[in-house]
């Protein structure tokens, strides 16, 4: 076996320092939003006016006070980021549901109002991190926690034959991690389509070794993310219908947790 396959590839995209990371009117380029949270006890105030009574609800439903207010978090980012892109209060900021390509009914990707909206958007959030991608074509994020190699080993099998390969191939301590970007490319992939866990796991090869057999979905670009200090327990991903990559940016922590002036062209 050689070197290269006897290790996971790294992650291809990394943050831009060179890129500001205030959100402002959107400049027509796909990027990516990424905000570190707390993961157990207390966390400072979250300014929540800006959300809609079904979202107060939801958050409302959750049993646990970290898994609620990683979720208030998560939509007070994306209706701030979404408001400070389209010049736009967030509050004002309404949503919608594209059809489902695989049946037509109302649950396919989260969207802005109207024929052709402005900008499309997918939000993903675990313990600890909130990601958020926009794009001028459909898009798809995905962020996870590396499991433990007992749920790998009850998931793996659910995957495309290469990407079992893949896993298979390396170290078995680096099992976990690289099931863990598998999984979260593949999340990525099908929120983008739009529909989400409802197509078989392994009907799409998305693993970081396409070759013959083993293809990437057809006019769709996958990429790993780089998360910094939370590489060796995350995994993200993105997934956009566009060969243009994405900018990495970095939300600062506050984010979810302070009044934001709205700026407007």
Known sequence: MSPERDRAPEPDLTRDPAVP???????????????????????????????????R?????????????LYRAAHISLRRLLGACLGVSPESVRFTREPCPQCGGPHGRPALPGPRPPLHFSLSHCDGLVLIGLAGSPVGVDAERVPDPGTVDGLVKELHPAERADVAALPA??????????????????????????????ADYVGDRPRRGAVHPAGWSLHSLDLGPQRDTHAAAV???????????????????????????
Do not use: I, M, N
């Open 21 to 55: 990371a205030t959100p402002g009117l959107w400049d027509g380029r796909p990027s990516l939003w990424l905000l570190r949270t707390p993961e157990r006890g207390e966390q400072p105030a979250l300014d929540d006016s800006v959300l809609d009574a079904d979202e």
């Open 57 to 69: 609800a939801r958050a409302a439903a959750f049993v646990r006070s970290s898994d609620r207010d």
């Open 173 to 202: 301590g680096s099992r976990a991690a690289a099931f863990c970007r598998v999984w979260s490319r593949k999340e990525a992939y099908l929120k983008g389509v739009g529909v989400g866990l409802g197509r078989a796991l392994d």
């Open 239 to 265: 997934a956009l219908r566009d060969t243009t990559p994405p900018v990495l940016r970095v939300l600062p922590d506050s984010y979810p947790h302070t009044t934001q002036q709205v700026r407007r062209s």
